[in-house]
């Protein structure tokens, strides 16, 4: 059984998207992944097949129904399922490499896209939905949140991924247990407009390659990402205190 993706959405028509090009897009042709997009809204109730409705204790916007929500899950997932149930919101736990590795080994996902203000809280507690953020912004609703999450997974499912990027190098991947930014890239020419690409990458000493490269990811994390690099120190102190 390949890798199994079911969005539940008000906006179908905006999967694959993105996901039907280049690497997943390949994949999704080959059978390495599914994906399947249901419309929410045929669960709505009455004439107009309405999803929402206003909040109790007022306030602005709608919230969608716990009911209706209930019931398109339901169809999606048929009683026995063992996919896990996200749900993309703001106020969920910040989607990470780690969170992505878990899943991308998994059977796959179920990933519920909130509109208007948000989702009765009674039906994210009854389902055990896995609330996850793809950042600190708010965007108009969880589809391009769900294609992100999407991404991230679909290329490390095994074969999708050419064998020229294996993965094991990039921001992100664990490196002694905490996390770095990535070196930065150089190819030719050697020099274009008056830049000139670092001397120890065209002298073909792989050792001091890997030992400049390891130097620049380490200042850009510092840099750019302090949290992360607080982090790398942690382990390496942690390491550190353990052989002593
Ligand atoms: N829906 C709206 N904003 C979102 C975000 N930042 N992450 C996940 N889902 C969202």
Same mark, same amino acid.
């Not at 999704?28 to 992944?33: A, K, N, S, T, V």
């Given at each position: 059984?390949?890798?199994?993706?079911?969005?539940?959405?008000?906006?179908?028509?905006?999967?694959?998207?993105?996901?039907?090009?280049?690497?997943?897009?390949?994949?999704?042709?080959?059978?390495?992944?599914?994906?399947?997009?249901?419309?929410?809204?045929?669960?709505?109730?009455?004439?107009?097949?309405?999803?929402?409705?206003?909040?109790?204790?007022?306030?602005?916007?709608?919230?969608?129904?716990?009911?209706?929500?209930?019931?398109?899950?339901?169809?999606?997932?048929?009683?026995?399922? &063992?996919?896990? #149930?996200?749900?993309?919101? !703001?106020?969920?736990?910040? /989607?990470?490499? +780690?969170? =992505? @590795?878990? *899943?991308?080994?998994?059977?796959?996902?179920?990933?519920?896209?909130?509109?208007?203000?948000?989702?009765?809280?009674?039906?994210?507690?009854?389902?055990?939905?896995?609330?996850?953020?793809?950042? &600190?912004?708010? #965007?108009?609703?969880?589809? !391009?949140?769900?294609?992100? /999450?999407?991404? +991230?997974? =679909? @290329?490390? *499912?095994?074969?999708?991924?050419?064998?020229?990027?294996?993965?094991?190098?990039?921001?992100?991947?664990?490196?002694?247990?905490?996390?770095?930014?990535?070196?930065?890239?150089?190819?030719?020419?050697?020099?274009?407009?008056?830049?000139?690409? !670092?001397?120890?990458?065209?002298?073909?000493?792989?050792?001091?390659?890997?030992?400049?490269?390891?130097?620049?990811?380490?200042?850009?994390?510092?840099?750019?990402?302090?949290?992360?690099?607080?982090?790398?120190?942690?382990?390496?102190?942690?390491?550190?205190?353990?052989?002593?």
């Amino acid at each position: 059984m390949s890798w199994r993706a079911t969005v539940l959405t008000l906006f179908p028509e905006m999967f694959p998207g993105s996901l039907g090009m280049s690497l997943a897009g390949r994949a999704l042709e080959r059978g390495d992944w599914s994906l399947e997009a249901r419309q929410i809204r045929d669960f709505g109730t009455g004439r107009h097949r309405n999803v929402d409705d206003t909040p109790f204790g007022g306030g602005a916007g709608m919230v969608m129904r716990p009911d209706v929500v209930d019931a398109a899950i339901e169809a999606a997932m048929q009683g026995g399922d &063992d996919r896990p #149930l996200l749900y993309m919101t !703001p106020r969920g736990r910040p /989607l990470q490499q +780690a969170l =992505v @590795r878990d *899943l991308a080994s998994g059977p796959g996902a179920v990933i519920l896209c909130g509109r208007y203000e948000g989702l009765d809280q009674r039906v994210i507690e009854a389902r055990n939905m896995v609330e996850v953020s793809v950042g &600190d912004y708010v #965007l108009s609703g969880g589809e !391009p949140a769900a294609l992100v /999450l999407l991404d +991230a997974c =679909v @290329r490390l *499912l095994p074969g999708v991924m050419g064998a020229s990027e294996s993965g094991e190098e990039e921001s992100f991947s664990p490196n002694g247990g905490g996390t770095l930014l990535e070196y930065p890239h150089y190819t030719r020419p050697a020099e274009w407009n008056g830049r000139r690409v !670092p001397d120890v990458l065209l002298s073909g000493h792989h050792a001091e390659v890997a030992r400049w490269r390891a130097a620049q990811s380490a200042a850009a994390t510092q840099e750019r990402r302090p949290d992360l690099w607080a982090k790398q120190t942690g382990f390496a102190a942690a390491a550190h205190a353990a052989h002593v």
